[in-house]
């Protein structure tokens, strides 16, 4: 303990000091008094040894028992907190389950690597990626199909050059290849195929271009396409000992063709100047040589300078233009031809009509102005009086139908050598180009004839139905209603009448189809004129042995006959049943017309007096 009864004049020892020293330190500060009891308070080890049963919780467990907090967080917790195993659940274990099936980033890795080595694979032949560098290969050992590049390529269209090619495999003796060459101006395109194990020649595929050839070939031997190459290496080919430049152009049949059809064509040109040539393999496989062709401004040249001749370059002769028999006589003076004396000169078509209108003895056939002389259109006119009016020469006129004693309007000539009494006679036509004639002898006109036929007509039996039912014991007018020709529209279907347009004769040719019972027939085929009968031109009659109702007599009448008509007259085709006591059913039967046909041809010339 420190001294604490100092006297005054003691000495103080350090060993006093150190005393005082120790003393003030054992001392407490309230600062440090308030951290002491700052620290206890924070102390939460149960400083005082406090129990439970102290704090009335004796009977408590000393469990701790979990927050809401807590409780969340484990029900959320997916970690497998309880660490269950998949025996326990009765699952694969994650060894078992790695080795069954594939993870996600396994399977994934896999696809990757697969997908890689395909793109790998596709741009190992340019596809998907830069062209494969090929240079220096030859293009005949390429094999599988791709996309390539390279220079210097062997068995390529244009030598050394650049070019991107596309090779298509089909198999090992198939294949087809295409060349593209590029530049900055320009781009090439090569084709060639692969054929039962044979290479075609190259050829351009745009006709901008043309294949150089350089090396030695046979020009007959080339396939379809456009070439171009020196004279020096051309075999066959139309000029020998000329290098200059040539451009070939070759076309031949399609390769399906027949060997019959199989032909080439070959145009070749020299560039410098133009000189072209045309040659022909045929299809019997013979090459039928060259053939040059001029070129237009060429021709146009030796054209014009032969033109420019005058001096007879052919050498021409008289005999030679169809002039071997004029003479060299001087064209005729308008005084010598109208004097008719010399023999030594030509007459020019002036002289000719001079002398023609100083010599002409007869009046012209026309009017001053081309018209007939005459012309007559109303029935107050008559003209064969007329015409004999005229007097002795050559007229012409016109004269309608509706004057009297024509058989149409006309147009004609009349020759009258003689009046009083008249002779003379008349050729005219109508506008159907019909020719008639008439003759004057002594006053006395023998009356027209008319030279050529115009009329034809072919008629049948309708072409539907079966048949007309005849009345036996009558004469039956025949169903022929069905016109098959008719050139000049003379036969009326409506009644089955032909009506002559002119006088003169007409053949008249007939058949038909007839039925009636296996009894007894009789059919006369007749023809009526204007409702009166004519002429009888076919008859049948049989009776049976042995009559019978089950069967019917079929019977085909024909027959044909020259009737002298006037204009005017109609004629119809009839038919009379004969009779028997109990039959009824007589019938013209229509068939086509090899059967039934009613057919009549104008036969024109002279008007005979009728025989009937």
């Given amino acids: 303990m420190a001294k604490v009864d100092w006297t005054y004049g003691e000495v103080v020892k350090p060993d006093d000091l150190n005393d005082i020293g120790r003393e003030i330190n054992d001392k407490e500060t309230p600062t440090g008094a308030q951290q002491k009891v700052d620290a206890h308070a924070n102390l939460k080890d149960n400083p005082h040894n406090t129990t439970a049963e102290q704090v009335g919780l004796g009977n408590v467990t000393n469990i701790r028992q979990a927050s809401k907090a807590e409780f969340d967080s484990h029900a959320d917790n ?46 190992s032949f340019g596809v998907g990626d830069v062209a494969k560098d090929i240079r ?196 005729a003076s308008q005084a010598e031809a109208e004097a008719g004396s010399s023999n030594s000169v030509l007459m020019t078509a002036q002289r000719t009509k001079q002398a023609i209108d100083k010599f002409a003895q007869t009046p012209p056939l026309t009017l001053t102005n081309g018209t007939p002389k005459i012309s007559l ?42 009046v009083n009494p008249a002779y003379g006679y008349v050729w005219a036509t109508d506008h159907r180009n019909n020719l008639f004639t008439n003759y004057v002898n002594n006053n006395v006109w023998t009356g027209w004839r008319k030279l050529n036929n115009s009329s034809y007509v072919v008629a049948t039996t309708p072409s539907t139905g079966t048949r007309q039912a005849l009345t036996k014991g009558a004469n039956n007018k025949l169903n022929f209603s069905r016109e098959l020709c008719d050139s000049g529209n003379d036969y009326n279907v409506s009644n089955m009448r032909y009506t002559a347009r002119y006088d003169g004769l007409y053949l008249f040719n007939a058949s038909a189809f007839f039925e009636s019972p296996y009894v007894y027939q009789n059919f006369e085929l007749k023809l009526y004129v204007n409702d009166s009968e004519k002429a009888v031109i076919g008859n049948v009659r049989n009776r049976a042995e042995t009559p019978s109702t089950t069967y019917n007599f079929e019977q085909i009448v024909s027959g044909s006959v020259v009737l002298n008509l006037k204009a005017g007259d109609y004629v119809e085709l009839y038919v009379y049943v004969g009779q028997t006591s109990q039959w009824d059913e007589f019938a013209l039967r229509y068939h086509d017309s090899r059967f039934n046909y009613f057919i009549v041809t104008e036969l024109g010339g002279k008007d005979y007096d009728s025989f009937f």
Avoid: C
């Fill in 78 to 123: 997916i970690g497998n907190p309880h660490q269950t195993t998949a025996t326990q659940v009765g699952a694969y274990t994650k060894q078992e389950a790695d080795n069954k099936y594939e993870t996600t980033s396994g399977a994934q890795s896999k696809a990757t690597a697969a997908e890689t080595a395909a793109i790998n694979w596709a741009k």
């Fill in 136 to 331: 220096d290969t030859d293009l005949n050992l390429l094999d599988l199909s791709g996309f390539y590049r390279g220079q210097n390529l062997g068995n390529a269209p244009e030598g050394s050059n650049w070019y991107y090619i596309i090779h298509i495999k089909h198999a090992n003796t198939y294949k087809t290849q295409i060349a593209i060459r590029t530049s900055i101006s320009s781009t090439r395109i090569h084709h060639r195929n692969l054929n039962n194990g044979k290479w075609s020649k190259w050829t351009s595929l745009n006709n901008n271009y043309r294949t150089k050839l350089s090396s030695a070939f046979d020009i007959l031997t080339l396939e379809a396409g456009q070439y171009y190459a020196g004279g020096s290496a051309i075999t066959n080919g139309p000029l020998t000992n000329d290098s200059s430049w040539f451009n070939i152009d070759v076309t031949e049949t399609e390769e399906s063709a027949a060997l019959s059809e199989k032909m080439k064509q070959f145009v070749v040109t020299r560039n410098y100047d133009g000189r072209m040539f045309k040659g022909f393999v045929h299809s019997d496989g013979a090459f039928k040589g060259w053939k040059e062709i001029e070129t237009v401004d060429g021709t146009q040249s030796k054209v014009n300078a032969h033109e420019q001749k005058n001096d007879n370059p052919h050498n021409t002769t008289k005999n030679q233009v169809g002039l071997g028999n004029v003479p060299n006589y001087g064209a």
């Fill in 377 to 418: 259109s109303n029935s107050s006119q008559s003209l064969l009086p007329t015409l004999i009016d005229l007097g002795v020469g050559m007229h012409t006129f016109y004269a309608h139908s509706n004057v009297p004693d024509i058989p149409d309007t006309l147009r004609g000539f009349i020759h009258l050598t003689g």
